[in-house]
């Protein structure tokens, strides 16, 4: 795998649950440190539009025939509006990780998704589906989903676009940018 693989990392934006939806923002790069564009697009607090509005705007996108990964932190924007990763993975061709600091604690999900949701079931698988993988990184271990790729090329993947830190730099910057955007400043651990 070339060291300048360029991936996608993503992020949404701080919201209020008052709010109707919230930015979402992407950050192409090469590798770990080279920004070659920023996509953004908008979904539904607790929706369920964050799958294909994720794949409208990758498959929309100029960089497209260039990307190789599509990285996402955590499995699920604007709230609970679940991604179905194998979905995205097969709509852009593209291998999709989902990265996360602390690992799912799933039966707080579940409490969370019956108390909110009728559609609570279907939620829950989504964000059920695959192993939930641990990561050691050279800071604190990371948690990770992933399909459309093997593990060890997952591990290479981060490898490739973690420059300090855990996560890795395209999310950090897809974070940094949607809440500097919605905040006028930009906080958090990044």
């Not at 990758?58 to 709230?79: C, E, W």
């Not at 993988?133 to 060890?152: A, N």
Request: proline share 3%; hydrophobic share 40%; net charge neutral.
């Amino acid at each position: 795998m070339k060291s300048e693989i360029r991936v996608i990392g993503i992020d949404d934006a701080p919201f209020s649950f008052k709010s109707v939806e919230t930015l979402v923002v992407g950050v192409v790069m090469r590798g770990k440190s080279y920004v070659e564009g920023i996509l953004s697009t908008k979904v539904k607090v607790d929706g369920t539009d964050s799958t294909a509005k994720l794949i409208e705007m990758i498959n929309s996108t100029r960089h497209k025939q260039q990307l190789r990964a599509i990285l996402v932190d955590g499995v699920a924007l604007g709230g609970f509006n679940v991604l179905d990763i194998d979905e995205l993975a097969a709509e852009t061709n593209l291998p999709v990780l989902t990265i996360t600091r602390d690992k799912p604690d799933l039966e707080s999900i579940e409490n969370a998704l019956r108390k909110h949701f009728t559609d609570w079931k279907a939620r829950l698988e989504l964000m059920s589906r695959g192993e939930i993988q641990k990561i050691e990184t050279s800071h604190k271990p990371i948690w990770i989903k992933h399909s459309g790729v093997e593990l060890s090329k997952a591990k290479e993947i981060i490898q490739l676009t973690t420059m300090r830190g855990a996560l890795p730099e395209p999310i950090r910057l897809a974070h940094l940018i949607a809440s500097g955007t919605t905040k006028g400043e930009s906080y958090g651990n990044a």
